[in-house]
């Protein structure tokens, strides 16, 4: 699921129009069920338009089901964001 939307990501930033600077997805060294998210634009209406694309609305959706704690709407989303996950396996491929 993280892998999905990283190569989407990374995909979407090979296109400097799109204005994603930087997207990465980092595994915690010591819990390795957390997650953090780490995002850079040029902008926040740039910021706004990929929070707000399919992708990253099905992503959010999906991930709801993992997290412990409720992640944030897609259009909230921080720079950076911790997402404890409940069900590690399903983001081993990462």
């Known amino acids: 699921m993280c892998k999905d939307v990283l190569d989407f990501s990374q995909g979407r930033a090979s296109v400097r129009s799109n204005g994603i600077l930087d997207f ?44 412990l704690w409720p992640a944030a709407s897609p259009s909230s989303v921080p720079s950076s964001v911790r997402l404890p996950c409940n069900c590690p396996a399903r983001w081993a491929a990462l």
């Not at 915690?28 to 634009?41: C, G, I």
């Not at 990929?50 to 959706?61: R, S, V, Y």
Request: glycine letters at 4%; hydrophobic letters at 30%.
């Open 24 to 67: 990465k997805v980092i595994v915690d060294q010591y819990e390795k069920n957390v997650f953090y998210f780490w995002e850079r634009y040029d902008g926040n209406a740039s910021m706004g338009r990929h929070n707000t694309c399919p992708e990253l609305k099905a992503f959010m959706e999906n991930v709801r089901t993992c997290c």
